[in-house]
């Protein structure tokens, strides 16, 4: 028993406690770790998966899955090379990637909630759907992106904190808000922790499941608007690895896979270590076919300590 509590506790801040062996590990092996010009690059690299990994965070908190995330990124940066390359604007860019982003949510949410089709064949089918899109708008080619506003939001700072992860860190703000204040933050925890009982308390759980894949696919087209601004293009070929971060990311933060339990500030540590790991094993020189490795195990460990949280 008392070996099950010690677990308990590591398993609540398992997220933090391998964020800081990380630090320790990586700059007590390379002292460039923790440099000021490190830092800030691997702030602006996580605040794109930060963004991802909170829109992946409303939908496991419902005990759904998102597995178009990243194929939705995409498709709303080609939108945003679109538009902006039609010589409609940077503004009208933004806004059309972000609907976009959350137009492709709504498809997978009435599907989920109204069709009664699982979440998992879905978004798996929406993930395809969206990339070979994004690729027939493009015909397979990058837009350039030269605008000066962008790029400042991907340069800009204050201090070592780049625009991007201000955005970053915005949007967490909100969404914990959301999820711990507001009425239907309420619902989406009770929807995910059973949805039988919310609906008997009255609880709309189709509309909260819809919403929630909105949110999704909405905070995967500004994620879009982040990626381009830091690539400066619009690339249509979509990077799985987002998709497969966000989903660990969320795991390492302590969100419940089945529901019904949920943080915003875990899964952004998540994000954070991830991009760590990452970023620490290429400045020891470690070779990329190994960092897929790591973080496999990472997530492993922390899918282990989950079963332990209280």
């Given at each position: ?25 990586f700059q007590s092996l390379n002292s460039t770790f923790l440099s000021a010009g490190n830092i800030r690059s691997m702030l ?250 790591a973080v496999g195990i990472v997530v492993i460990l922390a899918a282990f300590l989950t079963r332990f949280q209280k």
């Open positions: 028993m008392a070996a099950f509590r010690d677990l308990s506790k590591w398993a609540d801040w398992a997220a933090l406690v391998g964020l800081i062996v990380l630090v320790i590990v602006v690299a996580a605040a794109i998966l930060i963004v991802l990994t909170i829109g992946q965070t409303f939908v496991v908190a419902t005990a759904g899955i998102d597995l178009s995330i990243a194929s939705i990124m995409t498709l709303s940066a080609v939108v945003f090379g679109m538009v902006f390359v039609g010589g409609l604007g940077l503004p009208l860019a933004i806004i059309a990637a972000i609907i976009a982003g959350a137009l492709v949510g709504w498809a997978n949410g009435l599907l989920i909630a109204r069709g009664k089709i699982t979440d998992f064949i879905v978004t798996l089918a929406t993930l395809s759907a969206a990339s070979g899109l994004a690729l027939i708008l493009s015909d397979g080619k990058p837009a350039t992106i030269i605008s000066a506003p962008l790029l400042k939001l991907s340069t800009g700072a204050v201090g070592i904190i780049g625009y991007s992860v201000i955005i970053a860190l915005v949007i967490a703000v909100i969404a914990h808000v959301v999820l711990f204040h507001t009425r239907f933050g309420t619902h989406v925890l009770a929807t995910g922790g059973n949805v039988e009982a919310a609906n008997a308390t009255g609880v709309r759980t189709e509309r909260v499941k819809t919403i929630v894949y909105v949110i999704s696919g909405l905070l995967a087209g500004v994620a879009a608007v982040l990626l381009v601004a830091r690539v400066g293009a619009a690339e249509p070929a979509a990077n799985t690895a987002f998709l497969l971060n966000s989903v660990a990311a969320v795991v390492l933060g302590g969100v419940s896979l089945f529901g019904g339990r949920a943080t915003i500030i875990g899964p952004v540590i998540g994000a954070l270590l991830l991009t760590a790991l990452v970023n620490g094993l290429t400045l020891l020189g470690v070779s990329q076919f190994y960092q897929p490795l």
